[in-house]
């Protein structure tokens, strides 16, 4: 009891900077490629989502296999299937991944314009008179390009918490000592979360920078609440490598250079975060 008190009150008086300084080393990455199966995701004129991000998820893949032979990856599928968002979580907490990646590929909201095309005779009463005559166009393409990464939204720290809190013998030796129903046990679960969110952005900004570095239009690093990322013990970003209803950027993210710049920068920023977080 003495030896975990002390254990407590050394975690509680750092910051989740310095707790996490000299913290776990990133030996497993866990890879998500959004949408898959029955869930297309957004649609372009010449290809889906789901499509797309398995290509670059399994093409990132064996690019960190390649560089960084140290690292595991795990996949959240390799093929086109839908895992649950929950089955998500499942394979990345269970595996004991230190990072979670989700690829996905970005879509505006489509406009709808209202055209007049002529006109028509109308009868009212004994005259007919002559009205004008609409079109309704629906607009899905967009010249919106870039990148743009995700981190969890602060309103979904509970349900991060509750991921660590169960996970909690992946993380460290310390946290897996303590009783997650204690009270003051809460408290450093949600220093790991602050430390999480702050890992988060730092690979979320690596990830940009490369992406910037290649030429490609910063959109810069946003919070969400998404449920992809609420549910890992682990930090986790999402990225969004493209506009699939811009013509141009559908076409380039359906090209082999395109496909292999994009992950090249995910890969780049993975490996920057790991070189800073293990100095």
Not at 28 to 52: C, F, N, T
Not at 181 to 191: K, M, S, W
Request: glycine content about 10%; hydrophobic content about 35%.
């Amino acid at each position: 009891m003495r030896t975990r008190l002390i254990t407590l009150l050394i975690l509680l008086s750092f910051t989740p900077q310095i707790l996490f300084a000299n913290g776990k080393k990133v030996r497993k990455i866990v890879l998500d490629a959004g949408h898959g199966g029955k869930d297309p995701g957004a649609r372009g004129q010449i290809s889906s989502e789901k499509d797309l991000t398995l290509d670059v998820v399994l093409l990132l893949g064996k690019m960190i296999k390649e560089s960084m032979p140290d690292v595991d990856v795990v996949y959240t599928r390799t093929i086109d299937d839908y895992p649950s968002l929950v089955d998500r979580h499942e394979i990345a907490n269970r595996s004991g991944g230190d990072l979670f990646i989700s690829v996905h590929v970005n879509s505006t909201a489509g406009r709808t314009e209202r055209i007049k095309t002529g006109t028509k005779l109308v009868k009212k009463g004994r005259k007919k008179v002559r009205v004008p005559v609409y079109k309704t166009i629906h607009h899905r393409g967009t010249s919106t390009s870039g990148t743009e990464t995700y981190v969890l939204g602060l309103h979904r720290n509970s349900q991060k918490e509750d991921a660590i809190g169960e996970y909690s013998d992946n993380i460290t030796d310390e946290a897996g000592m303590l009783n997650t129903n204690d009270p003051q046990t809460a408290i450093i679960i949600a220093q790991y979360t602050q430390a999480y969110l702050s890992r988060s952005i730092t690979l979320g900004n690596k990830i940009q920078q490369q992406f910037a570095n290649q030429g490609r239009n910063d959109l810069g690093v946003k919070q969400k609440g998404l449920e992809v990322l609420a549910g890992s013990a682990m930090p986790g970003v999402l990225v969004e490598i493209g506009f699939i209803n811009n013509p141009e950027e559908e076409e380039y993210l359906n090209s082999n250079r395109g496909q292999k710049e994009v992950a090249g920068a995910i890969l780049k920023g993975i490996m920057a975060y790991k070189a800073e977080s293990e100095k």
